[in-house]
Each structure stands twice: as C-alpha cells, then as structure tokens.
C-alpha cells in the first residue's frame, strides 16, 4: 500500500512569510508525528496526534508553530512568521499502535523549507 | 539536553566486515529502542526494535545488543554490504510515544 507522503518536496519562502506543510499518513494508522531534522542534527520532535485526543504539542518551539489534523488523517503543519532558523528538513510519521509492542513509525520523505 | 546519543558521526568498514554502531542514551525510564537507517533526500526506514526486557534482537545481517545497567545499545551488520551505506539513527520510545532521536552516525561501506 502507499506509504506516507508530503508535500511539497521542498518550499523556498522568504523570511517573515507564513507556510503550510502537508502529511498524508498511511491508511488507517491512528497516530501522526511532525519531527524536523536541522543540518547536523537528529531528528527533533514537535507534535503527536492520536486518534481523537488532544495532541500532544510539547516539542512546537515556539507559538509560531502550530498543526492540525482533520478527520483523523491529513494533518497539516502552519509556521507563521518564518525565521532562518526554521531551515529544516520537516518529517511526518505515522504508526497504527495496533496491538502488540509494535511502537514502529513510518516516515515520509519529508519537506525542505528554506527560509531566505 | 541530549538524551541520546551517538558519539561517532561517521564510521568506514570495509564490505564483508562487522559495522558496529553504538548509542547511549541518559533517561532511566525509556524502555524500547529503535534503529533507523537514512538514505539522501529520503525519510528514515525502520530497521529493527528492542524492547527492555530483552538484551538481544535479531533480524538477518541486523542484531540490535541492550545493556541496561550501562544505558548503551548498539546494532551489528553483518556482513556489511555496499548498499548499507546511510545515516544510522538510534531512537527511544518516550512515555508519550514520540521517538528521541540521536544525531545519527554515517556508515560507509567500502568495496
């Protein structure tokens, strides 16, 4: 079946510009992360959705950042204002948490925001 | 504050040699591990997981190794082959089920 997928592949904006990234997790999965990846760095959590709960936003760095997730699937990720240090590679994650300790996140190819 | 780490950027092994990647991680409670393997310009694949309760995880040239009392967990390839040429990323399971990342280790496998 179709894995995660993004878009857009990469997004050039310029600073103080607000942006919009968009993830379309596996079907059925109940779970989706935003994680984003700076150069030389791991990846750094930002946000957790789970079925109908409250997200879990411990990881947003600042209010700029904000995401939602419609209808339990597409989530999108908003960062207003933009600034340089959101250059980023952006990943999306899904995971079904489906029985067993099966806790496996399935990425997709990410976004590369550059902010000039 | 980082609570995982992987102290080599960059390892080179030789192909039909055993890569060893190593990580370390601080937080007492995190209790399953995960190892993902990064291509260029490609999202993170799921390589294989362990759980606390094991010390040992095996899946074909892929064994993950957990040392509790040391906080330390590594994955060996072998063989290493060409095609296992990526960034390797060691990752532990928060109580709210993100992932904590280290800042990955670069494998080059050379023929």
């Known amino acids: 079946g179709a894995g995660v997928s993004q878009s857009p592949s990469n997004k050039v904006t310029e600073k103080g510009k607000d942006v919009e990234l968009r993830c379309d997790p596996i079907s059925g999965h109940t779970a989706l992360y935003w994680y984003r990846q700076s150069l030389g760095q791991g990846l750094e959590f930002l946000i957790y959705f789970q079925g109908n709960s409250a997200p879990d936003k411990s990881g947003l760095p600042s209010d700029r950042f904000s995401a939602e997730r419609t209808g339990g699937s597409v989530s999108t990720l908003t960062i207003q204002r933009t600034q340089q240090e959101d250059s980023a590679v952006y990943l999306c994650?899904?995971?079904?948490?489906?029985?067993?300790?099966?806790?496996?996140?399935?990425f997709g190819p990410g976004t590369r925001l550059t902010v000039t | 504050d980082q609570q995982v780490k992987q102290n080599s950027p960059s390892l080179s092994v030789q192909e039909g040699r055993i890569s060893i990647l190593n990580c370390d991680y601080t937080n007492s409670m995190f209790d399953y591990f995960l190892w993902y393997k990064k291509y260029p310009a490609e999202g993170p694949t799921f390589l294989i997981s362990?759980?606390?309760?094991?010390d040992k995880n095996e899946d074909g040239r892929f064994t993950v190794f957990l040392n509790k009392s040391a906080k330390h967990l590594s994955l060996h390839i072998v063989p290493s082959q060409p095609g296992d040429s990526a960034v390797y990323f060691c990752a532990a399971l928060t109580p709210g089920y993100a992932l904590n990342f280290g800042k990955g280790t670069s494998l080059l496998v050379t023929p």
């Open positions: 994650a899904s995971s079904s948490h489906a029985g067993g300790m099966t806790y496996e996140q399935y």
């Open positions: 362990i759980s606390s309760i094991k």
